[in-house]
């Protein structure tokens, strides 16, 4: 594939030009996993998702002019998955599974629209929030954090030289290239990019998976982003996220059914994949409680993703839980995704070397990392924590605790009452960056 002048591309930006969404494969892979199965199990389920700016100080509807933001999102809504797409699709084999996605399942994709949605300015942030069935607003997550997280770049950007835009992306292109370097030097590396619903922008990713593809080799697996994966021939990677506890919770009847929850998700994904993709995540309501309370049947699936707490000392936690339960974990995979960076990689790399089987997911800090590479002076380069997540079920508030505090989201009455459902041990405050 040739490489693109990002540069002369984002000094001649139009929207019309470089749409932030060109495909609805332009998301993560794990979106369409957890979709089929939504659609399967919970095809009567109503959800809300909203945009949630954690980096307060920044205030985005001062930066992003409206009119631009809604014609992004207008044009993500005309999208449709095209036929080759979804041959791919149906034809591809992920993870040495043969036809992971259903024909009912394909057949229902092409006729697939992402639904309309609610924008308003409130205070200096946007609030944008999708109402609808639970399966078609899931959909929404990540091209509207990457269109929201684009605009900001293409704002920061908009009306430098052709030169200052050239140091720029020259100077971010060998930040990157110094960590690929450092990470050559990892033998047993697995890392893959998690980086699309923060990224500076598509084109910019599109460059770090070709960088990293030819960088690290074998050791680069594949990508989260379903678009990249399929233009470059590379593995697409993902299986689940904190959204299906998250409902399920919201769902239940009463304490006990919200307790459950993170298991009735567990045993549904399994039974919905006949054993595939056997990765849990933890830490939707605190890892210290899931663990406690955790299923025997847990300990033999393939892995864990840590995903709120510091790495290595989640995944001593985990490591731990998998010996009290006599399984050895140099058999066992972490995959560690949280705000992962070159130090951290490292680091958490040569603490586990050798105990446990590692993969990193490799996301903001990948994708969106231009902090000191202005000829110019700006901060608006630099990345902030912004989410869209659930916030309702069927009308019902929905809660995410998470091994920092920090990061919870719901209603304070909500979070106060999963609290005394999942305690608070183990959970412990720390900035987020990213």
């Known amino acids: 594939m040739p490489v693109t002048d990002i540069a002369s591309r984002t000094y001649d930006h139009s929207w019309r030009l470089d749409p932030i969404i060109r495909s609805l494969l332009d998301t993560d892979f794990y979106k369409l996993l957890m979709l089929q199965m939504i659609r399967h ?4 389920v109503t959800a809300t998702f909203a945009l949630i700016n954690r980096t307060k100080t920044v205030r985005i509807a001062d930066c992003i002019d409206e009119a631009e933001l809604r014609a992004q999102l207008d044009h993500a809504r005309t999208l449709r998955f095209t036929r080759k797409e979804l041959i791919w699709l149906s034809g591809n084999s992920f993870y040495g599974r043969e036809q992971m996605f259903s024909p009912d399942f394909i057949a229902w994709l092409a006729g697939f629209r992402l639904p309309e949605y609610e924008l308003r300015k409130v205070d200096g942030q946007y609030e944008l929030r999708f109402e609808g069935a639970w399966t078609e607003t899931t959909m929404w997550e990540i091209p509207a954090l990457a269109i929201v997280n684009e605009l900001r770049s293409r704002a920061a950007m908009k009306g430098r030289g052709r030169f200052e835009l050239d140091v720029l992306y020259a100077r971010a292109k060998a930040k990157l290239w110094g960590k690929v370097e ?10 893959s990019d998690f980086g699309t619903r923060r990224r500076h922008g598509f084109l910019w990713q599109r460059w770090c998976v070709n960088a990293l593809n030819e960088g690290l080799g074998a050791h ?7 678009l990249l994966a399929m233009d470059n021939d590379l593995e697409a990677i993902g299986t689940n996220a904190h959204e299906l506890p998250m409902v399920l919770a919201a769902l239940a009847k009463d304490d ?4 459950r929850a993170p298991y009735r998700v567990l045993e549904d994904w399994r039974d919905h994949y006949s054993g595939n993709l056997l990765i849990a995540l933890p830490d939707a ?16 699936w393939t892995g864990f993703r840590p995903d709120s707490a510091p790495p290595i000392e989640a995944g001593e936690q985990i490591i731990g839980w998998w010996q009290e339960k006599g399984r050895d974990p140099r058999k066992k995979l972490l995959i560690f995704s949280d705000g992962m960076d070159i130090d951290t990689i490292e680091q958490t790399y040569r603490h586990f070397d ?9 996301g903001t800090n990948l994708t969106n990392d231009f902090r000191g590479c202005a000829p110019f002076e700006t901060d608006a380069l630099d990345p902030i924590s912004l989410v869209c997540k659930v916030v309702a079920a069927n009308d019902r508030p929905a809660v995410k605790l998470s091994d920092n505090p920090t990061k919870a989201t719901g209603e304070a009455s909500e979070i106060a009452r999963y609290l005394a459902i999942f305690g608070n041990a183990g959970r412990k405050d720390a900035a987020v960056t990213v």
């Open 220 to 226: 680069f697996i594949g990508t989260s982003n379903v």
């Open 354 to 362: 050798g105990r446990v089987r590692m993969s990193f997911g490799w």
């Open 256 to 259: 006990a059914e919200v307790a």
């Open 182 to 191: 450092r990470l050559q030097r990892l033998p047993d590396l697995a890392l």
């Open 41 to 44: 199990l919970y095809p009567d």
């Open 285 to 300: 309501f605190g890892t210290t409680a899931f663990l406690d309370n955790a299923p025997d049947w847990l300990a033999d």
